[in-house]
């Protein structure tokens, strides 16, 4: 059964880097052709997907959060990060890390979420 | 960048009612669409993919259907724990995704 964990910092100040890691269990990251992605949602509010890598490594993000975003990846490790850059308090939200396998590349397995909150 | 509206955004129905939500994509994206059950502090669960595909283990009472830029999800009979908040998904690999702005199903 394939299991995906988020991990990282739950409060980041302000201007400062969010640095999120999921770890993914249950199978080798290296044997899937799937994406692997990151999503928020702030509370009370509505799903937005920042950005997913291929196995291989290729990226591609949300236009939105493009120039502050870098989703890597580690398949040594199993496991694959986000950074996202100069942070305010709008990118307080819960993060998911999420599983999109071929051909469809639907979500099928997320991670529980991890609460970030953005505060001096 | 393709935007997805649902319709509406909040319903309140009965235990057995027949629900329909509405997701229309700003552009043809085929069947690359998913639907998504979400109840709170839970991560969405998988109910629809390709459209119209059953994800193993749901229920049969949802059902999904349309394609190029009109989509619904249908429940046949609401049940007491079908009451969530539901979203689609826009999943073509060529473009960047992006989720509908959510469906949330309340109690009547």
């Known amino acids: 059964q394939v299991q995906l964990q988020e991990s990282g910092p739950g409060l980041v100040r302000p201007s400062q880097t969010l640095s999120l890691t999921c770890t993914v269990s249950g199978g080798s990251m290296s044997s899937y052709n799937h994406y692997w992605s990151w999503i928020r949602q702030p509370a009370g509010k509505g799903l937005e997907w920042i950005g997913r890598?291929?196995?291989?490594?290729?990226?591609n993000y949300n236009p939105s959060l493009k120039s502050r975003v870098t989703v890597s990846i580690d398949t040594s490790k199993n496991q694959f990060s986000l950074k996202l850059s100069s942070v305010t308090a709008a990118d307080t939200a819960v993060y998911y890390c999420?599983?999109?396998?071929?051909?469809?590349?639907?979500?099928?397995?997320w991670g529980q979420g991890t609460l970030v909150t953005v505060s001096s | 960048d393709i935007q997805l509206t649902q319709s509406p955004s909040f319903l309140s129905a009965s235990v057995g009612d027949r629900v329909t939500i509405t997701c229309r994509a700003s552009q043809d994206i085929s069947s690359y669409l998913a639907w998504y059950q979400q109840k709170p502090g839970k991560a969405p669960n998988l109910l629809i993919y390709?459209?119209?595909t059953l994800q193993s283990g749901v229920p049969s009472r949802f059902s999904g259907s349309g394609s190029g830029t009109e989509f619904t999800l249908t429940i046949s009979s609401l049940q007491p724990e079908d009451f969530a908040t539901y979203y689609c998904q826009q999943l073509n690999s060529y473009l960047t995704w992006t989720f509908g702005q959510g469906t949330k199903v309340e109690i009547k």
């Open positions: 890598i291929y196995t291989g490594g290729s990226t």
């Open positions: 390709g459209a119209s």
């Open positions: 999420a599983r999109a396998p071929p051909p469809s590349y639907y979500f099928d397995y």
